[in-house]
């Protein structure tokens, strides 16, 4: 018998109804496919563009990968290869290390003062013997400024003890009371001698000679280069000849 429907026309056979059409469910329909789609050439579907994948978070992870997680977490704590956590230093241990360097820094500055001590000290000691020539020439200097001063004030004791040989003399053979009169006649009549200035002075072991400029008290005007001659006695330096 012919198909009105045509040649090329193929109607799929009916399916045998099944268990499930029997159980009252709607039975699904299989048909053979036509044979125009064999036909023809094979068309090219390009690739669909899905959208970026999503990462979400462990609290939005699915219950799966909750599990997963759990089961890596079970895995490092078996294998010993837990994260260790380092403490951070403490404030205390910066400010020992702060006082262990500030100690050393004070104990430096100690051993420098020290060693400068040491070294001011032997300084001293070295140059305490070493007394310039100069020095003595000073001592001579301030003998004479003593014998000036002492005959202005009328003072009978420095003069004994800074004069020797004539100079001496002429202090010794009088008393304290006769010196008190005869100092305050010579002092009213102004006719006591007045060094200047210490112009030279000149050293040779133990005798000295110093030119000085003077003039008498009552005529400042009128001045005069003199000499006087010094000794060394009872360790000190003493006019032996003072200006007349």
């Not at 020439?137 to 301030?142: H, M, N």
């Not at 003998?143 to 003399?169: H, P, Q, V």
């Amino acid at each position: 018998m012919s198909n009105p429907s045509g040649p090329d026309d193929t109607v799929a056979a009916p399916i045998p109804e099944s268990s499930a059409a029997k159980e009252g469910t709607t039975p699904e329909r299989l048909f053979t496919a036509e044979s125009a789609f064999d036909a023809g050439e094979t068309e090219i579907i390009g690739a669909v563009q899905e959208p970026a994948t999503e990462i979400m978070s462990a609290s939005e992870a699915p219950a799966g990968t909750a599990n997963a997680s759990a089961v890596t977490e079970s895995f490092a704590q078996a294998s010993g290869a837990l994260p260790q956590q380092i403490p951070g230093r403490t404030p205390s241990g910066k400010s020992k290390r702060r006082r262990t360097s500030w100690g050393w820094v004070i104990a430096l500055i100690l051993v420098i003062a020290a060693l400068a001590a040491v070294a001011v000290l032997a300084t001293v000691l070295l140059t305490k013997n070493d007394a310039p020539a100069a020095s003595q020439e000073d001592l001579v200097r301030t003998t004479i400024e003593n014998f000036d001063t002492s005959i202005l004030k009328g003072d009978l004791a420095t003069l004994r003890s800074i004069t020797c040989g004539e100079t001496a003399d002429n202090y010794i053979k009088y008393d304290a009371t006769q010196w008190k009169d005869i100092h305050a006649k010579i002092a009213a009549a102004r006719q006591y001698p007045v060094i200047a200035s210490i112009d030279q002075v000149v050293v040779h072991d133990t005798h000295a000679e110093a030119n000085v400029t003077t003039y008498m008290a009552f005529d400042p005007s009128t001045r005069s280069t003199r000499s006087l001659d010094l000794e060394f006695r009872d360790d000190k330096w003493k006019i032996c000849q003072a200006p007349s």
